[in-house]
């Protein structure tokens, strides 16, 4: 059931923020979220963090 990501995510090659649709949100031993995409530009691995579950304010 893996949880997916659409929305900006900052990609550190192209220094700019790209739209992702299909982040893969993984969850480490913290409880911290991720979502883990590829910048449709580049195709580098981008990186997001996610607020904890339910919360809006990251
Ligand atoms: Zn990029």
Redesign the pocket.
């Known amino acids: 059931m893996a949880e997916t990501y659409s929305g900006e995510v900052y990609?550190?090659?192209?220094r700019?923020k790209?739209q992702v649709t299909d982040a893969v949100v993984e969850e480490n031993d913290k409880g911290r979220r991720f979502a883990k995409g590829t910048?449709?530009?580049?195709?580098?691995k981008?990186t997001r963090i996610m607020g904890k579950k339910k919360e809006t304010t990251e």
Not at 11 to 14: E, L, N, P, Y
């Open positions: 990609c550190v090659k192209c700019e790209r910048c449709p530009v580049c195709g580098t981008v």
